[in-house]
């Protein structure tokens, strides 16, 4: 059975000051949530989000990046061990504005991947199609791509650790949602990708969550779906909002 997972991506927002005062207003209630909560903030915010969070068994805290290297000449990058000391748990890999903005391609989302991994770490691997993929009917074919990439050289064992979050990119930040039948349809078929490379049983374990635009309006309709195990939360995550959707997953 798998366990629900509602993951908030902060992005670049929130000095260490101001995430002190977002945690202390969400922790409560995402402490008492039937999922898993993790709050993925910036880096300058881990000590700090870290330390409001000491006591709470249900929250933790995930990255938003990571370095594939152990070390090095690597100005502004952060490794694995520098996270997990500081008690990062996730993190995020491939997410579309790090591919859109900063360079990432398939090989480093690989990379990263088994970084993370090795490093035990629990990897949220971002897939997803522009608008006009979606509009030329490729959608799967360009997320099958991108899983078949990101997962190459990963080994049986290890994948079900890692979370598959599917990010329509034409729905993050837009306001723009995919129908939940969208999203199930999509999510569903990642969940095949995973079984053609590995076998049933893997991707049934696998968690696959919707990361476009979810909302405390329209959560509860996407978490129905029988392919969507959570959500990775955007905009939402930085408000009350948050605590509505954690709220709103049932056993």
Not at 135 to 148: A, M
Request: one cysteine or more.
């Amino acid at each position: 059975m798998r366990k629900n997972i509602i993951a908030g991506n902060w992005k670049m927002n929130l000095t260490p000051s101001e995430s002190k005062g977002l945690v202390n207003m969400l922790k409560d209630a995402c402490e008492a949530a039937k999922c898993d909560v993790v709050f993925c903030v910036p880096y300058v915010d881990i000590d700090t989000v870290t330390k409001e969070l000491e006591g709470c068994k249900n929250i933790a805290v995930g990255a938003q990046n990571l370095h594939f290297e152990d070390h090095g000449a690597y100005t502004g990058e952060v490794s694995a061990d520098m996270l997990k000391e500081m008690g990062v748990k996730y993190v995020i890999i491939g997410h579309s504005e790090r591919r859109q903005y900063f360079g990432e391609t398939d090989e480093t989302v690989n990379k990263k991947i088994k970084m993370a991994l090795r490093k035990g770490l629990i990897p949220i691997l971002c897939v997803g199609e522009t608008l006009q993929m979606k509009d030329d009917g490729i959608t799967i074919d360009h997320i099958s791509i991108q899983i078949k990439r990101a997962f190459r050289g990963v080994d049986s064992e290890d994948v079900d650790r890692v979370i598959i979050a599917y990010e329509p990119i034409w729905a993050i930040g837009t306001g723009r949602t995919a129908s939940a039948y969208q999203a199930e349809e999509v999510c569903a078929g990642i969940r095949a990708i995973i079984g053609d490379i590995y076998g049933d049983e893997i991707a049934e374990n696998i968690r696959i969550l919707y990361g476009g635009s979810m909302n405390s309006e329209n959560c509860e309709e996407l978490m129905a779906m029988p392919d969507i195990d959570g959500g990775l939360i955007g905009g939402a995550s930085l408000k009350n909002d948050f605590n509505l959707i954690v709220n709103s997953v049932r056993e």
